[in-house]
Each structure stands twice: as structure tokens, then as C-alpha cells.
């Protein structure tokens, strides 16, 4: 691979490819994985890179090179696919992979015209951070490749001509909960938030993965779907 490529970041400047940085992240999304080669996934996205390629198609190009691999033998890499399209939404969403606070990310979508102004009026900051301790961002990575594309091209706010996306699933599932029970009784209606979250996380994935299943294997039972990647919460 030639490392004197230019690679063309998110504000414009230009800068020589870091393949290290790639590999930190390949690294990272296969943690844990089983029968997922990093080296594969390196190898068949190197040779699509070219001078002047913008950093935001090397991870698209990445996660296409982890997602033409999953397969019945290895179907680890559907995983491998999906959390590095979490990375990926993520940046685009927020500038960085850790999503900011959950008030503060509602207060500018309400400025930018994103979510509507009832949020900010139906609920205090106060309330907000309680919601916000709610949320486990981390549950992004138990989803499937299946998963993610679903929720992309169906359910995050976004920008349907230029793809510009505003938020990730946790976000997503707290606030369709919050406008839910919004006219709930103030002294119960976070917990049914909460509630609403954990159940929206299992039921998406499931979804999702039964989907998938019955384009890839019209003859297989649902009940095979594996569910060994969810990290069930107490």
C-alpha cells in the first residue's frame, strides 16, 4: 500500500494516509469477534483507496470490505461491519465518536429545525439528564450489520438529499419514548421511558435480524436468530 497517498478530511484540508489509525480501528470493532480477519478486510479496502480520497469514503469502503465477508462460516463480520458503521454515523452525526449530552444535542436540533420545540417544552433540563442516565451508547455495538442499515435508511433524522445524519440509535429510542409519554403523570412518566428504551433495543435488533435472515435463507426458521451478541441488561 502506498503511504503517501492524500487523503481529503472532513473540513477540506489534505493530509498523507494514516494506515495505522485504520488498523486502531479495525482492531477495535473486532474485539471480541470470532473468525474475522482484520488483514482480509485491510487487504480488499486497500486496493479501492486512491489519491485525494475523502477519509469519510475510506470508512465507507472499509465497512463494504467487512460487510462482502459475512457469510454462514464467518458471520462474526457482520458485527465487524456494523460497529464500524456506529464510528461512522457517529462522525457524521456528531463530529466524534462519543455522542454529547443528551439535552444538549436536543437544544441544537431544536435550533437547527430538526425536532420540534415540544421537546423543550414538555420536559425540563433536569428531566433530561435523567433521561440522559438512561441511555447506554454501547449497546450500538451489539447490533448487527442488519441492523444498523435499517435503522440508516429508516428511522435516524436525517438529510434525505445531501445523507446527512443528526443522531444515533439511543437518541432515536429515547425521544420517540419521550414524546410517547409526554403527557404521562410527571412522577412516572421517566419510567416508562426508561422501559421503553431497554425494550426498543432488543426488538430492533430482532427485527432486524429476522429481516435478514429471510432475504439470505428464505428456508430457515427465525428461531435460529442468534442472540448470543446481546448484552442483556440487569
Known amino acids: ?23 486502531r ?10 473468525n474475522v480477519s482484520i488483514s482480509q478486510v485491510e487487504l480488499r479496502s486497500h486496493i479501492q483507496f486512491y489519491d485525494g480520497i ?37 462522525k457524521k452525526a456528531y463530529g466524534e465518536f462519543e455522542p454529547p449530552k443528551l439535552f444538549d444535542h436536543v437544544v441544537k436540533m431544536v435550533e437547527m429545525g430538526k425536532y420540534d420545540n415540544h421537546l423543550l417544552e414538555d ?6 439528564k435523567q433521561m ?18 435499517q435503522l440508516e435508511g429508516k428511522y435516524l433524522v436525517q438529510n434525505r438529499v445531501t445523507g446527512e445524519i443528526y443522531e444515533s440509535a ?29 425494550r426498543c433495543f432488543y426488538v430492533q435488533n430482532l427485527a432486524a435480524d429476522a429481516d435478514y435472515v429471510r432475504r439470505a435463507y428464505p428456508n430457515a426458521s427465525v428461531q435460529l436468530l442468534r442472540t448470543d451478541r446481546v448484552r442483556r441488561q440487569p
Open 1 to 23: 500500500m502506498n503511504q503517501s497517498l492524500l487523503v481529503t478530511k472532513r473540513d477540506g484540508s489534505t493530509e498523507r494516509i494514516n494506515l495505522d489509525k485504520i488498523h
Open 25 to 34: 480501528v479495525l482492531d477495535w470493532a473486532a474485539e471480541g469477534l470470532n
Open 54 to 90: 475523502k477519509t469519510s469514503d475510506i470508512h465507507e469502503t472499509i465497512i463494504k470490505a467487512a460487510a462482502d465477508l459475512i457469510s454462514r462460516e464467518a458471520p462474526d463480520y457482520q458485527y465487524l461491519a456494523a460497529r464500524l458503521a456506529i464510528f461512522h454515523l457517529r
Open 123 to 128: 420536559y425540563t433540563e433536569e428531566e433530561f
Open 132 to 149: 440522559d442516565s438512561f441511555i447506554v451508547h454501547d449497546r450500538d455495538m451489539t447490533f448487527s450489520y442488519a441492523a444498523v442499515k
Open 170 to 198: 439511543q437518541f432515536l429510542y429515547i425521544l420517540v419514548a419521550a414524546c410517547l409519554f409526554s403527557n404521562y403523570p410527571r412522577e412516572t412518566r421517566l419510567q416508562y421511558v426508561k422501559t421503553f428504551l431497554r
